[in-house]
């Protein structure tokens, strides 16, 4: 495909308006609803908020890295940044979806790209019931909360809080508990994309519990399902020597 036309977007930095600037003088800038590609211009929490704002115009999105965490984006440059597109290689991604039910009885929907996590809101640890396709998988989990993830958000919260890292196309999720107090060695669990998980709050008075799908929080939730929704499609390029299924295997080896 040919990337004439660009969109270019930024976070409210000065080195991504700094960019924005320089990139609209050098190629013109068009409208997100009329552009071959979107290129966005901060770091992982501004591409991820490009992602969401964009994702119903079907067009790619390109990160270029000006801002401070940097795993989704692509190194700055200006020069020959039309021909640099044409070289990309990209990832089709697929979110997940999170219904949500609070205590007042009122549903709520969101996308993650990245994970749903369940949070607690006070002092007092999360008790929570676990369904895996209908099925009761776990009937207590007291802990700080639990997480659903992509393979593309694997390596972001999940891995902060020792979840696996999933390869790209592996067509797996992971479940994982936040600071899990009991069962105390439980560290969660692989499985397909096609799982439907369900939380269930146990004490929601007592204990109460946030929901939040990427950049959406929803407060006092009494029980959250969260599964893939592939009838959406998100497209992301990367360069071909810094493409996400090699920054994935790299994080692996960090130090």
């Known amino acids: 495909m040919a990337y004439s036309r660009v969109a270019f977007v930024a976070a409210d930095t000065d080195p991504a308006r700094e960019a924005l600037k320089d990139l609209t003088q050098r190629y013109g800038q068009y409208r997100p609803d009329e552009a071959d590609a979107i290129v966005a211009l901060g770091g992982d929490g501004f591409m991820l908020e490009a ?3 964009y994702m119903h115009l079907q067009a790619p999105i390109f990160g270029m890295h000006r801002g ?3 795993f989704l984006m692509n190194r700055y ?5 039309l021909a640099r597109l044409q070289r990309t290689t990209a990832v089709i991604l697929h979110p997940l979806r999170m219904v949500a039910t609070t205590s007042d009885g009122k549903t709520h929907e969101a996308l993650a790209i990245n994970e ?3 949070l607690r809101q006070t002092r007092q640890a999360a008790k929570i019931r676990i369904f895996i396709d209908g099925k009761e ?4 989990l007291v802990c700080d909360g639990a997480l659903v993830c992509t393979p593309a958000g694997s390596s972001a919260y999940n891995l902060s809080v020792h979840g696996p890292v999933l390869p790209l196309g592996s067509n797996i999720l992971a479940l994982t ?4 107090f009991r069962p105390r060695r439980w560290r969660g669990a692989i499985l397909p994309h096609t799982s439907v998980v369900r939380f269930v709050m146990l004490e929601p008075e007592k204990r109460p519990v946030s929901a939040v799908a990427d950049r959406d929080e929803v ?3 009494i029980e959250v399902t969260v599964r893939e929704d592939r009838s959406l499609s998100m497209h992301i390029l990367f360069d071909p020597e810094h493409n996400l299924e090699e920054r994935i295997v790299t994080e692996q080896f960090e130090p």
Request: proline residues 4%; charged residues 30%; aromatic residues 0%.
């Open 177 to 180: 508990p936040i600071s899990a």
């Open 68 to 70: 401070t965490v940097g």
């Open 219 to 221: 407060r006092d939730v």
């Open 77 to 81: 440059e200006e020069g020959d940044l």
């Open 116 to 118: 749903v996590s369940m």
């Open 51 to 53: 992602v969401h704002s």
């Open 137 to 140: 998988r776990m009937s207590e």
